[in-house]
Structure formats: structure tokens, C-alpha cells
């Protein structure tokens, strides 16, 4: 929607293009939530996909019961379709909080 990632989402217009449904995946690499190799819990709920499909190699996470990459990390951005309950997962919003503290000091705040 912004052009951060070279890829587009395009919406389905029927109800066979809705994905729903929990998800356990393993990160692939560090992100700002995660560490590569920990599992994390989450779920999907969308009727777009993506125009092309993500890389190995630029993926954030593998779904644990399909293989499927899901998400894209490129530096501190990380564009996923999971949602992650940060509730199952603590060190997710620990993560977070500080990564927003880093850059409130990078940036002169308080």
C-alpha cells in the first residue's frame, strides 16, 4: 500500500479467497518481534494475497504445518499477514517496547 516492499496485495473478490485460521511458525531470521528459530503463535484473517510470492531468503517465518514462507523482513520492517498474540509470546511486545524506546532516543525524545 505504501511501496515499502516490492511486492502488491490484491484483494479477492469472492468468499474462496478468505484465509482464516490459526498459525504456529517458525521465524526464519531476526526480526523486530523475533529470533531466528523461535516458534510463535498467531492467526490470519484476510481476503488479499500478494501479486508475487516472497523468497526463502526474504521471508520471516515458515508455517510449521505447511512449509509455506509467510511475511517479509527487510532491516526493522516486518510485513506479515500473522498476528501475533503477544499474550502467548511476551518476548514479542518486550521487543517492541524497546525498539520504540531505541528509536525515541535516536531521535531525540525523552
Not at 473478490?13 to 504456529?24: F, T
Not at 523475533?34 to 526463502?56: D, I, K, M, W
Request: glycine letters at 10%; a neutral charge; aromatic letters at 10%.
Amino acid at each position: 500500500m505504501v511501496g515499502a516492499i516490492a511486492r502488491q496485495s490484491v484483494m479477492s473478490s469472492d468468499r474462496e479467497g478468505l484465509v482464516i485460521g490459526y498459525r504456529e511458525a517458525t521465524a526464519l531470521r531476526d526480526t523486530l518481534l523475533t529470533r531466528q528459530g523461535e516458534v510463535v503463535r498467531g492467526h490470519e484473517f484476510h481476503y488479499s494475497c500478494l501479486n508475487a510470492p516472497l523468497g526463502r531468503e526474504e521471508a520471516a517465518y515458515e508455517f510449521a504445518t505447511r512449509g509455506q514462507v509467510e511475511g517479509f523482513v527487510q532491516g526493522n520492517l516486518l510485513a506479515t499477514y500473522v498476528h501475533l498474540s503477544f499474550s502467548g509470546f511476551p518476548p514479542a511486545a518486550q521487543r517492541f517496547v524497546a525498539a520504540a524506546k531505541a528509536w525515541q532516543v535516536h531521535a531525540g525524545g525523552e
